[in-house]
């Protein structure tokens, strides 16, 4: 039987405790330091959110984990400013890489947009989620045309 907390924003987000590959109880870190990414991501799934993961654990880093979730949190946040604030977020554990896709179906960035923004001292993505993931050795890329809403993809390879 799953176990219901409210996430962000009174979101309901559904737990299953005890769950083979989960970590810890409450999602901390495991004791060899690492912290599954599907319990951080888990907190932002929600009506206007869908997220889909694998059934084992996605074991990274904690500091990396966190960060991730972190650019997660940063590319919803613009969903939610920007779209209409659906979302569907995509973790992948790939092996040697963590991938996590994050799209919308929102009105697009217009070419050049992006370093626009940037110029005008407006870091959010630059900094928030490609200077997150640069920072841990990953990348970032952005789709998005006008009409057509946007996907951010995070790609962090494991050391």
């Not at 880093?61 to 979730?69: Q, Y």
């Not at 979302?87 to 963590?98: K, Q, R």
Request: no cysteine; hydrophobic share 40%.
């Amino acid at each position: 039987m799953a176990a219901s907390r409210s996430g962000p924003a009174g979101r309901s987000v559904d737990r299953a405790p005890g769950r083979a590959g989960a970590g810890p109880p409450g999602g901390g870190p495991a004791p060899d330091g690492t912290r599954d990414l599907r319990d951080l991501l888990r907190r932002f799934a929600g009506p206007a959110v869908s997220l889909a993961a694998p059934a084992t654990a996605v074991p990274l880093p904690e500091h990396a984990a966190k960060e991730v979730a972190a650019a997660v949190a940063a590319a919803l946040d613009n969903v939610a400013r920007h779209a209409d604030g659906r979302a569907w977020v995509l973790l992948e554990d790939e092996g040697t890489l963590v991938r996590v896709s994050v799209r919308d179906a929102g009105p697009g960035i217009p070419p050049g947009r992006l370093d626009e923004a940037a110029a005008q001292g407006r870091l959010g993505v630059a900094q928030s989620i490609r200077g997150r993931l640069a920072d841990l050795g990953g990348s970032t890329t952005i789709t998005a045309h006008p009409g057509e809403g946007t996907e951010i993809e995070l790609v962090l390879p494991r050391p």
